[in-house]
């Protein structure tokens, strides 16, 4: 044996040692998950389609997993609708909300007469000679290799880049965008900061500790030009007895500024020895918040080499990626939500910024009396957003490495043998927390949180490919190894405003780790019946060290079947009619670290929402169940005159052993709550249209339109729901029977003919026992997008609609108890009122009540004498919406061989969620409670949503 042949065996004998997935070409996908308002999702399974292989997000939103081209990702969370996309060679092709994946669709019948000439390798040049053929498969001319005669029809066989180009190539991509608030709550003006007092509506100011706007009329109001430390101006009198200078009615809003994002990017692929490629990719991005401080960099940098051939038969693709990120004020716990709520409490009487305007930011004046106490406009009870921004330490930051080495190799004729072996490592550092004399936290408090996350990945997938391809056989094995190191400090009672942990009266330390070993094999095969009928079956096994195997059925096949019936009807207008079905078992099993906070404010109450924050850390432990998932899909794809496209499908899926926290014995632990039922259909149609002629004009429209229903079938529990987001009185639960994440609340109290019980005050009865009361899943869900292009030019469109579902406005409930909404400006005067119902005695209630009456105390009026939480009924709204989604500009100069630098440019104006047309009186009713998945349909000062405008430029060279 040579050396280079000794060589070659080594090499091969060591990327045989990796283990993973059954498929012949992998790619390592990774990338991070946001909400609207571009806050992390934390804790979303992501799951390769039809297998048990998958990841989580980590506290930022982060996952890193090992795909199969051409596979199907699901990206779920419990409560929020399943999406899925399709994994190609070079990006995620993203489909519908839910399944089926975007099936392939056909772009315009080609005519193949032209006498195309190119120079660029790899392209085929077409000719007089070259036969027409219908382009089935949207196959773009340039990646043609050759057309062949098929029985009575002609095939294309597709040319894939080896990265043969001799010449360097690159792309610099430049964004900068802006992005405003676009919907806020209806605040009252008019009343002033008070209550009443004697029979009569009486202005208390902040010395007073006042929470409530249920004083006088601002009109009724000026300043004493006294000496007083919560406004230059003085005290408010009655007008007429004070110095002549009238009340101001303030607008706290103002404090929202105009965000800013910024992202550049550079790719470079530089042409490498044995005809690989090597890229290099460096990437900035910033973003300023809405809400001030709230900012966020990140940066990245990627070298990757593609296709080196490392002998005649064996190629090896490796990536190395680092990226820093880092943010202050963060979506953390509370944090966000108490800055916002600090913001709509603010009496219209009360200035916020101390005369300062908009420097208030950074003058310590606004925030602060002489004596170094809070200047709010009720110390002790809320805080100043000045403050808040200025002083909170809320600050986080990430650093991950990820590497990853694929090897490809077909020494045995029709045998493909790939390896992987990828490494991660990731560390994040969280510090959050309140300074001294803050209302949540009067002596202060303070988290620092330091995770560590180890991942290592390797499988070998031999794949046997018959001589007709006809058939299809793989095995694989996989090892998965991860690793969590978490350190933890909390501080109370901090006896100096430094917040420094030696300085704590009450403190508090955390060390753990844990690991998991994953072992995963699995065989499966293919076999496909000339163009007409393909049969996929396959099977998996799984082996933790975290779970006994024999606690679970380890068995997890999956077969699917799909015919194209196109070609055997022969019928020149059908292009493609294929059915399909598909079922299949999987199984999740709990993460090391539970990263998803949302149930520890479910036994808060509602008014002491500023004191919520990721306060415990679950883990997991021993003796839990993984989820098991059975999932049933069937549905159609239909193709027409090679550009009318149309999917159907539906699909059936029951998840038992669901995994959430649920409280016991005083404490939260990670339990098998219960089986989840989720059922849906999906329908995609689509029309694209391109008219080859000189004015070059082309047009498509594509609507989509889906509906679901997710339940839970049983609860494996003693009590009657499970809280996964919200407070005592009103939360998304899971319920036996119920939707999952449906909200439940207090309700008013009716006899056996369903009539409420109206007091002997003439006021209804609360029924302070928790019933459903909304259901946060829409009824159905559409979108329609539409494109139409002009030689260069594009315009694009995107127009969603959601037909049902309910929320809680818990920020108008708020704001109705303190007397700072529209509502109560428009209503407080309303006299002699009777309420519709009867007393308890079953009499027609002929009671009039007034609702806000200065003669009795504030306790006493419409809103005030239902509690902080109020009823929940009361607040639950219909969240249908349309929304213009997104509107595109764009423009792009021809390719040119004659610039001796860039050789095109492309340049893009976009503008997202430009109008908003809703029931819903809050905030965008896509908002989440403290910005976690979970707490969908749960509004209590949610971060508002923007609408945004962005220009890009972008330059090949």
Known sequence: MTRISTFRLLTFLFFLGYAGHANAQMRTVSGRLLDSGDNPLPGVNVVIKGTDTGTTTDAEGYYTIDVPVGATLLFSFVGMRTSEVVVTADNLSTTSPRIPPQRKTTGPSFSLKDSTQTQEPGVAVLTDETPSYSNRGSIPPDQIKSIRLTGKKYSIATFEPQGTNDVASGRFTLSVGLERVNKLPSLQTTFAQGRPVNGQTTWRGPDQQEIFSWGPLVRTLEFDGSSYPFDRQGRLVAAGTGNGNAAQAYDPSRIFRTGMTTSAELLLMIPALKKGMLSLDLENRTRSGVIPNTDYKRQNISVALKRFRLTSHTTIDGMLTYNHSAGTLMNRGANLATIVGSIYRTPATFDNTNGLGPSALHAPEAYKLADGSPRTHAPGAVDNPYGLLSTLPDHEQQNRFFSTLTLQSTVIRKVKLTGNASFEKQGNTIVHGFPVDYAGYPSGRLTHRDDDETVAKGFVSPEYTSPNEAFKFSASYQLHYTQRTLHREDGFDFNTPDLDFEEATRSA????????????????????????????????????????????????????????????LYMDPIDKLEPYF????????????????????????????????????????????????????????????????????????????????????????LQNVASIRNTGTTASLSYNRSVYSSDKLGWGINLRWSSYRTVAETLNTPDAFVPLAGFESVASVLAAGKPVGAIYGTTYLRNENGQRV?????????????????????????SMGAHVNWQRITVSILVDYKKGGDAWNGTARMLDYLGRSAT???????????????????????????????????????????????????????????????????????????????????????????LLITPYKGVDPSSTLFGYSTGAGLDLFNTPATRSFSALITLKF
Do not use: C
Request: proline share 4%; hydrophobic share 35%.
């Open 582 to 669: 598909s079922v299949s078992r999987s199984l999740h099993e709990a993460p090391l670290v539970y990263n998803n906070w949302s149930y520890l404010s479910t036994r808060q109450s509602l008014q002491t929402y500023n004191r919520f924050f990721e306060s415990t850390e679950l883990f997991f432990r021993s003796g839990l169940l993984p989820e098991t998932d059975r999932k049933l899909e069937t549905g159609l794809s239909l193709i027409m005159f090679n550009n009318f496209n149309f999917d159907f499908a539906y699909f059936n899926n029951l998840t038992s052993n669901f995994i959430a926290p649920q409280w016991g014995q005083g404490q939260f632990s």
């Open 824 to 914: 109560t400006a428009d209503q407080r005067n309303i006299s002699q009122f009777v309420f519709e119902g009867v007393d308890e005695n079953g009499h027609t209630n002929t009671k009039p009540v007034d609702f806000a009456n200065p003669n009795q105390p504030v306790e006493s009026n419409r809103w005030v004498r239902q509690g902080w939480a109020g009823v929940g009924e009361d607040y639950i709204q219909k969240t249908s919406w349309l929304r213009l989604n997104e509107v595109t500009l764009s423009y792009s100069t021809l390719r040119s061989r004659t610039r001796r630098f860039v050789k095109e440019m492309n340049f893009a104006l976009t503008a997202r969620n430009l």
């Open 758 to 782: 109206i007091d002997s005050d003439g006021y209804p009865v609360i029924d302070p026992s928790l019933k459903m009361i909304g259901n946060p899943i829409p009824d159905w869900v559409s």
């Open 509 to 568: 330390r955390l060390q753990r780790s844990l690991s998991r070993t994953v072992h995963e094999t699995s065989v499966g095969g293919q076999y496909r019946f000339e163009d007409f009928l393909l049969i996929k079956l396959s099977e998996r096994n799984y082996f933790s060290s975290t779970v006994n195997s024999k606690l679970y059925t380890n068995l997890f096949p999956m077969a699917a079947v799909s015919a194209n019936l196109a070609s055997r």
